[in-house]
């Protein structure tokens, strides 16, 4: 199985298995494994602003009526009116803007997810906290390749994450699973309910 990162550069699932040398158990039996490669990273699909793009349409179209309608009853259109039609566009601009800057990013030890224009969040999940997985493929996104991820962590802070409208869901799910299995492994992490 391979997943293609945003360069283009096709990365093997086998590359998980570069650091065979790991250093001498700690305490506990754990082991400390130096942080590998990206194995992979995606942004969140504009198919969720689907909702967004159809009521910023219907807005402009709306308008544009008005303006075809104020040109033929000759009653005139001032240059004030113009910038009501600035407002679905650049509302439009702001959240395919947002979207593309919510990023998700997996290496063999952590998940990251960064989304914020000009303020940046950066929440980071270790995979050995990864309780469960579970993939969802709603029929909009399904349509574009795309689904949702949602994981069950022990983390305190974000004890569900959900990676939404990602592309090729089941493969990074199999990518996700094979990496919190060798954490956990690496770690001497097992999972005790009580």
Known sequence: MVINPPNDKELPVS?????????????????????????WTA?????????TFLLCGLAFM????????????????DS??????SVPVLYLGLC?????CHRYTLTDQRLQERRGILSVTIETLELYRVKD???RQPLLQRLFGRGCIRLVTSD???????????PDPRAVA?????????????????????
Do not use: Y
């Open 15 to 39: 590359s998980l298995d570069s650091h065979d040398s790991i250093i001498s158990p700690g305490p506990g039996g754990a082991v400390f494994l130096p942080e590998g490669a990206v194995l």
């Open 80 to 85: 004030l009116g113009l910038l009501w039609f």
């Open 62 to 77: 709306a308008m544009l009526t008005l303006l075809v309608l104020a040109i033929l009853a000759r009653r005139g259109f």
């Open 174 to 194: 199999d990518l996700l699973r094979a990496c919190v299995e060798r954490c956990r492994v690496a770690k001497g992490v097992r999972e005790i309910d009580a």
């Open 43 to 51: 942004t969140e699909g504009q198919v969720v602003n689907v909702g």
């Open 133 to 135: 997985i579970s993939v």
């Open 96 to 100: 395919a803007w947002r979207t593309a």
């Open 156 to 166: 305190r802070s974000s004890p569900r994450v959900v990676l939404n409208a990602i």
